[in-house]
């Protein structure tokens, strides 16, 4: 019989037919896994070495400065008789005598100041009001500016100008002086509403810190609010705006649940980069001593006060000034790397 | 352009004066005066100065006063400061504050500009990253720990420079050093982006396709476009100079405006606070404005509104 060769039949048997198996169904697929807008971002955050490093920097200096004083023996503000103006790791004579005696003794790892307070302490809690100032002062920001930019980009026209020029002279405004001066006058009203029993809190923050929030939340949420009004001027124009307008979707709900999530890229770099801005204006103000009320520290506040006492106690200089670089260093970085990896188009 | 010009500085007035007016209002806010911390003052002479200088009027009327003062340019008498009169000490301890500023600013920009378009050029290789290094530490140090440091290793412990006073051209070096730090790193960074986003334009492909050096392309047709975002820099440097002085002269002692700014709070001499405040806020809009004006002149591509 001649074979059709055209005819297929012949060469079929019944293996050909057995359902295909998960694997081999596996090993076809080309379309690799859908990555989200986060994945993406820590991935490509993940391959930078110099963040990831500033990231680990920061978590440490975090750990130490919120963790470590609640296990640590001294505290910044118990004046230990006695052992005044120690070098690092030395003891005071009452310490040596317990530790002759057989009892063990924490070290001073950074001696202690003028006043026998322990100094790793005080850095340390020093350092948490730095990144408590930092971090605080700029969730104010990124709320006020944000909302504003929003609104201004949204709603345009005539109430986006006026919005603008008012930006635009606050921004001309000098804002260390306007601190200086609010930090200044704050102080007495502050002070008799601190007096009041639902405001005891104030005694201990410090008058000066609450002046410094409040001119952050006046005056330094311009530049995120310019930088959310251009990326929403933009964003408006995109066909789920329209779609969501079109079935009914109020304004606060578009720009909250629309605009501002689509800028969540530049509003989670210019937040990171705000912390290291927000802290080195605290420190500036607080090496004037307008900053934390004592015995509160602020790394600012405690390289002021080294600074008498430079020739003879280096360290009690140098500790606080290194670490505050250190920080801003980090979060210069990281918010460097976050550009990088969440906001490619913000890359020069 | 004359359009633009006389918005702007119509502009300008309008900010200084919302300075004036907070500025007004927030010394007012401040309670116990300015003579209570004098010891053995009677009640009448109390009253006597108060009349003086004009403290028992209501406040608006202290408020017309003020800003009528300030528009024929008197910041009236320092309180503290006896026989001084405000202008005069902004006359004599500006200057001083000025030619530190001066230099650190152009310290900044001599060495910023080609330290950061060597790295752009450079784009990669060691140069680069040793320059973008230095840029990143220097935008993080804050002023203060520049100057203890320096003051620590170099003055004390060295004893190669004075540590306090004005008096030589070495008594300048530290200070300067403080002040340009942040901003030379700043210009070094934005120059160096700025410029490698020139070199990608066509024109530089052009010239350079027409023959031209690396030299003639990079410094004739490069810079001028790339030196543009160091122009608008030049309003947020003069602020950064102006904030960091008050760090600086209060270290280095130096006795400048700045100082003095941070010693009338201290002693809260109202009228020099004010006069200082608004000096220093009009000097920085009014080179905000000049900024501006440069930056839409030079840069035809800009639209005038």
Known sequence: MNKNLQSLENNWNQDDFIPATNEEKESLVIMRESVGFWRDGFRRLR?????????IVIILIMIISFIVPAFYPYSYKTQLRGSENLKPMTYSED???????????????LGTDKLGRDYAIRIMMGSRISLLVGLIATAIILVIGS????????????????????????YTVPDILLIVLLSFALKSPLNNLAKLPAFMWIQTVGVNLIS??????????????????SQVLMLKESEYVTAARALGASSARIIKKHLLTNCIGTLIVTTTLQIPSSIFTES??????????VPL??????????????????????APSILISLIILSFNLLGDGLRDAFDPKLKN | MIKYISKRIVFSIITIFVVATITFFLMNMVPGGPFLSEKAISPTAQAALEAKYGLDKPLFNQYLTYITDIMHGDFGDSLKQRGRSVNSIIATKFPVSAKVGGIAILISLLIGIPLGSIAAIN???PVDSAISVIATGGIAIPSFVICTVLMYFVGVHLKLLPTFGLTSWKHYIMPVISLSLYPTSYIMRLMRS?????????????????GLSKFVSVFKHALRNAILPVITYMGPMTVYTITGSFIVEKIFTIPGLGGDFIGAIGSRDYTLIMGTTIFLAALIVIMNMFVDIIYKFVDPRIKLK
């Open chain 1, 284 to 293: 500036f103000l607080s090496f004037l001593g307008l900053g934390v009320a």
């Open chain 1, 47 to 55: 391959k930078n070495k110099v963040a990831m490093i500033s990231l």
């Open chain 2, 123 to 125: 784009r990669g290789k």
């Open chain 1, 95 to 109: 310490e040596q005598a317990s530790i002759d005696s057989g009892e063990s003794v924490f070290p001073h790892i």
């Open chain 1, 147 to 170: 909302t504003y930019g929003a609104i201004a980009g949204y709603f345009g026209g005539r109430i986006d100008m006026i919005l603008m020029r008012i930006v635009d002279v606050i």
């Open chain 1, 212 to 229: 410094i929030f409040i001119v952050f939340a006046l005056l330094y949420w311009v530049s995120m609010a310019r930088m959310v009004r």
């Open chain 1, 297 to 318: 520290p602020s790394l600012g506040s405690l390289a002021s006060e080294a600074i008498n006492g430079m020739n003879t106690y280096p360290y009690l200089l140098f």
């Open chain 2, 194 to 210: 700025s410029m490698l986003d020139v070199l990608g334009q066509d024109y530089i492909r052009t010239a350079k396709s027409k």
